[in-house]
Structures are given as C-alpha cells and as structure tokens.
C-alpha cells in the first residue's frame, strides 16, 4: 500500500488530540483496514454459516463486540465480495467498526426504529437482523439516488421489516414521540475513515471539521424529538473531529432533556469523550460518550454517544 498523505494541519489536530501517541495513530492510517463481515442469521443460522465458511478454507477471526461479526484474515475484498457465499447471502460485507452502533443501540424485538440516514443499509440490515426481523424499521435516506442500493440490501438479506422513506431527517421533528429508538448516523468530514479512503486527509484544513455542524446538531435534536420518553438515541460519525463529536452532543444535549449513557461494550478498546476542546468545556457526562482510534482494535475511527430522552424534548425542522 503506498504511502498515504496527510495534510500537516492533521498532523498537528492529532498530537493536540492525542500527544506523543499521535505518531501511533499515523502509523495506523498508513496501514489498510481488514477486511469483515457480518454474518446473515434472516436467511441461515449462524453455526451453518461458519460450518460452510470452515469448509471452504476461510480463516475468520471474531470481532468481540459483536456476535455476527468476523475478521477474514486469508481473503481480499474483492474475493470476498465475489464469493458464492457472498452471492447467497450467507453474511453482508461490513466494517468491523460500523458494527458499533447497532449494538450499542441494542434494539429489542418489536420495535419502532428509526435510521435517520440508512443508506447504503450496513446498520439497518444490522438492526433488523438483532431485532429477527419483527417490529419495523424506517430507514431514512435525504439522497433518492441511494434509495435502490438500500432497498436492494434490504431484499439482499431478507429483512422484511424495513420501510424505506426519502426525507430530509430534519423533517422527522414534526413525529414527536414516535419511535423507540433512533439511529442517526450523521453526514461527516468521515476523517476516521482515512485506512480505506486514502485521500480524506491529503488536503484536510480546520474549517472542514465545522462544514457539517449545523446539519449535525439539526438531526440530533430531531432524533431526540421523535423518540418516544424513555426511548434512546445514538449519534454516530467516522470521524476524529471533536467539533463534530463532542461538540454536537454538547450542544443539543444542553436544549433537550436527555441523560448521556455510558456507550461501552465488552471486547471493545475505546476512549472516554473529551471534555474539553479549543477552550470550550463540554458536560462532564461527555466521558460517557466513546471514541475509537484506529490503533485501539486495528479498525478505523470512529465515534459514538448514546443519549436517553427522559422527559419532552420537542425541535423543530428548519
């Protein structure tokens, strides 16, 4: 893999961030991610679908934190991706990484769930396959050319229980109360994804991490609207950037009534959120929010928060 180039500006943001460990995290942005799949338990039960798998020579390593989840350490993506057992739905290729969200959403069977941006449908497959395809799931994308890629992973792996909408989410603030759980994997600068897209941070510059702010903020607090009381909301990006991490959480959380649950699940190395950026104090609480480095599980990066809402929080769409 050729050297991949990082703007100085990032080089800097990383040793602000993470001190003399930023020279680890460089090194890892210089590596490719490897490879991972979630295994298709709507369509085969999982102990058939690792029996095949063994049978064919494939060597996978679990992800531990999640059930469905596993490394193909002796396998390309492309052979991955040409397989006859990726032709028959046997597992859905996926980020080791991507895997977190759902999991920390932990969604039960029967169910109103919202992803407020699903395409291309990694974490709604991933929600519906937890949730045995039963309750209902609307996944959302703005972009009606994404829309056919969704609903073809959809069909792809079996889930019946997806209604696929076109909506700007920010609209989804006019159906208070509406859903039990909220997924908001949120448009970013996507710097976390640097091992697999080489060129996301060759000309990276500050004033990126605040292009997406406000739409962020915006999606949150329409998230936390539609939720029912009581119900739980995760905001997710694959990116580093604090402003777009603890910064978002930060500010919707002080306009609506909601409690930051801690977002931590077994197997998984992550850090506590920041609380503290560029002079601006976040909410304590923020540590309970999570950020992945590349170097903690030899992933990309990635950030979650998980929030509650514990009492009327109402926004409104712009």
Request: charged share 20%; net charge negative.
């Amino acid at each position: 893999m050729a050297d991949i180039q990082i703007a100085d500006a990032w080089k800097r943001r990383a040793r602000a961030l993470l001190g003399n460990e930023a020279d680890t995290l460089l090194h890892y942005c210089q590596t490719p991610v490897q490879k991972s799949i979630r295994l298709n338990t709507l369509r085969y039960g999982k102990d058939h679908i690792l029996e095949q798998l063994a049978a064919a020579g494939w060597e996978l390593h679990s992800v531990p934190w999640c059930p469905l989840g596993y490394w193909v350490m002796n396998r390309t993506r492309e052979d991955i991706g040409r397989s006859v057992w990726h032709a028959l739905d046997y597992f859905y290729i996926q980020d080791a990484v991507s895997l977190i969200p759902a999991e920390i959403l932990a969604p039960k069977t029967q169910m109103c769930v919202l992803d407020m941006a699903a395409a291309p449908g990694s974490k709604t497959g991933h929600l519906a396959t937890m949730m045995q395809d039963t309750g209902g799931i609307v996944a959302n994308d703005v972009a009606l050319g994404r829309l056919p890629a969704l609903r073809a992973n959809m069909d792809k792996i079996g889930a019946t229980n997806v209604l696929v909408s076109q909506h700007d989410g920010r609209a989804f603030a006019q159906m208070r109360d509406a859903f039990d759980a909220v997924l908001v994997d949120a448009p970013c600068s996507a710097t976390g994804t640097v091992r697999k897209n080489p060129g996301v941070l060759e000309n990276w510059q500050p004033n990126q991490a605040q292009s997406h702010r406000k739409i962020q903020e915006s999606l949150l607090s329409s998230a936390i609207t539609a939720t029912k009381p009581g119900g739980f909301i995760v905001y997710a990006t694959c990116s580093l950037e604090p402003e777009e991490n603890e910064a978002v959480v930060d500010a919707v959380a002080r306009n609506n009534t909601v409690a930051l649950i801690p977002s931590h699940l077994s197997g998984l190395q992550s850090r506590p959120g920041i609380t503290e950026w560029n002079n601006c104090a976040f909410v304590n609480a923020m540590e309970r929010t999570v950020r992945i480095y590349p170097q903690d599980n030899n992933t990309q990066g990635f950030y979650v928060a998980c929030l509650q809402k514990t009492g009327d929080s109402y926004a409104i769409s712009e």
